[in-house]
C-alpha cells in the first residue's frame, strides 16, 4: 500500500512532557501494534545512519521478524493510547514501524500523569516507597556486616536470616505500590488495549 503521508515521529520529551508530572508502573512484556509508538529516545536522522538498523534490517530480511529480547525494547504507554521508547529499543521500533509488521513484543510501563493521583493514593504510595527505602537500608547494612565476617559468616545464622527477611519486606512494599498503580491504570482506562482484554 502507497502511504500519502511519512511518519512524523517525536522525541521523548516532547511525548512525556504534556504529561509531567508522572509515575510509570510496569506492566510487562505485551503484544502492541506498531503504528502506536511515536516517539524515539534519539532523532531518526541518528538511527536512519546506524550501522545498527542497517543490520537489523538484513537479520529482518533473512529471518524474518524475530525478536529474541523484547525486554530490551522498553515503551511508556501515554495516556493518548500511543507508546514511546522509554529506555531502548529505537532501532526496533523505527524499523518495525518502517515494515510495517503488525504486532511485536515489548516491556511496557504505563505512564500516569500524578494529577490523576488522589490524596489518599499519593499517600498510600509514599507510605510503601518510604517502607521500601527503610527495608532497603536494613538489608544493606545486615549485607555489609555479613560480608565482613568472611569465613565466620556461617556463625551468623540469625542475621542472615533477618538480612533474608528485609529482602523480602522490600520486595512486597515494591509489588503493593506497583498493584496500587495497576488497579489505578486500570480504573483510569490508562491499560493498553491488549491487556485491558
Known amino acids: 500500500m502507497l502511504k500519502l503521508f511519512k511518519k512524523r515521529w517525536v522525541l521523548f520529551d516532547q511525548a512525556v512532557r504534556p504529561y509531567k508530572p508522572y509515575v510509570t508502573v510496569d506492566l510487562g512484556i505485551t503484544s502492541i501494534s506498531p503504528k ?5 529516545t534519539f532523532p531518526t536522522k ?19 521478524w524475530n525478536d529474541r529480547s523484547p525486554a530490551d525494547l522498553h515503551l511508556f504507554l501515554l495516556p493518548n493510547g500511543k507508546y514511546t521508547v522509554a529506555t531502548g529499543g529505537n532501532h526496533r ?14 516491556m511496557v510501563s504505563i505512564l ?3 494529577k490523576y493521583m488522589t490524596e489518599n493514593i499519593q499517600s498510600q504510595m509514599k507510605y510503601y516507597a518510604d517502607k521500601e527505602e527503610v527495608y532497603k537500608k536494613e538489608a ?19 542475621e542472615e536470616k533477618l538480612y533474608s ?13 506497583n498493584n496500587l498503580l495497576l488497579s489505578l491504570a486500570k480504573f483510569l482506562n490508562l491499560l493498553p488495549k491488549e491487556a485491558a482484554d
Open 36 to 40: 502506536n509508538i511515536i516517539g524515539l
Open 46 to 64: 541518528k538511527i536512519k545512519s546506524d550501522a545498527k538498523l542497517t543490520d537489523l534490517r538484513k537479520s529482518v530480511e533473512l529471518k524474518g
Open 93 to 106: 521500533s523505527y524499523l518495525s514501524n518502517k515494515l510495517e509488521i503488525p504486532k511485536i513484543q515489548a
Open 112 to 114: 500516569i500523569p500524578e
Open 140 to 158: 544493606l547494612d545486615l549485607q555489609k556486616f555479613l560480608e565482613k565476617q568472611g569465613n565466620r559468616r556461617k556463625n551468623y545464622s540469625k
Open 165 to 177: 527477611d528485609y529482602c523480602k519486606l522490600a520486595e512486597e512494599m515494591k509489588h503493593k505500590k
